[in-house]
């Protein structure tokens, strides 16, 4: 069976400082990932989608990006973290050969700038 | 574009109370249309779904109806139990380029008090 899995639970930085936060899927092959961010009060915001190794979409411009080093990895990444980037980011992949259809998503990561 | 718009929370009910989440949705051609739920702490799960019209989902209890003649996805439970306080995540996706993604509506938080 499929599972997701997200790095780590939580994590707390200061203002400025980089950020990294892993996604792994396993027992499936060429999934869609996407991440998405959770802030307080709001509803879900996409961020990225991946439809492939090395292959990104952006939907929000902002001071984050995504990277696809491996098939069933996706990372997302800051240099200097904002205040506004705290948040609750949640990993999701959904079956390739196209987009659209159900997605299955990760434990999520609490991410608190200071 | 497309879009979900869901009733704004949060619902407080006591327990055995019935349920009624509204959703509609606005897409162009035939959307999917899913309800996740989101307990607290943790990432989404999804809760039922339907892929055409008149379809019903249905899981543990709760229940949606696809109706495309008011371009609405309620959802609805009978008798709720303090177990399903959660937020509601309406969502729509369609396989149309980028729009091929989950569109979600800002979710609804449910209180149920013993």
């Known amino acids: 069976s499929q599972t997701i899995h997200q790095w780590p639970a939580t994590l707390v930085q200061p203002v400025g400082s980089p950020l990294s936060l892993e996604c792994t899927v396993e027992?499936?092959?060429?999934?869609?990932l996407y991440w998405y961010r959770q802030a307080a009060g709001r509803g879900l915001q996409l961020l990225f989608y991946?439809?492939?190794?090395?292959?990104i979409s952006s939907e929000v411009p902002q001071n984050l990006s995504a990277s696809r080093p491996q098939d069933r990895q996706f990372i997302l990444s800051s240099k200097k973290l904002l205040l506004s980037d705290s948040g609750f980011y949640l990993c999701?992949?959904?079956?390739?050969?196209?987009?659209?259809?159900?997605?299955?998503f990760g434990p999520g990561t609490r991410l608190t700038v200071t | 574009g497309d879009s979900v718009t869901q009733m704004e929370g949060p619902v407080t009910l006591s327990e055995e109370a019935c349920l009624t989440i509204?959703?509609?949705?606005?897409?162009?051609?035939?959307?999917?249309l899913f309800w996740y739920v989101q307990y607290p702490g943790e990432g989404l799960q999804l809760l039922l779904k339907?892929?055409?019209?008149?379809d019903k989902g249905s899981n543990k209890g709760f229940e949606a109806t696809y109706r495309k003649e008011t371009t609405s996805f309620h959802l609805e439970k009978g008798s709720v139990q303090v177990s399903d306080s959660a937020v509601y995540f309406c969502?729509?996706?369609?396989?149309?380029?980028?729009?091929?993604?989950?569109?979600f509506g800002k979710g609804t938080k449910l209180s149920v008090k013993p």
């Open positions: 509204n959703c509609t949705y606005t897409a162009t051609g035939y959307p999917s």
């Open positions: 027992g499936t092959s060429n999934p869609n």
């Open positions: 339907a892929t055409k019209a008149d």
């Open positions: 991946s439809v492939g190794i090395g292959q």
């Open positions: 999701a992949w959904s079956p390739g050969a196209g987009l659209g259809g159900q997605q299955y």
């Open positions: 969502a729509l996706t369609t396989t149309r380029g980028s729009q091929g993604n989950l569109i």
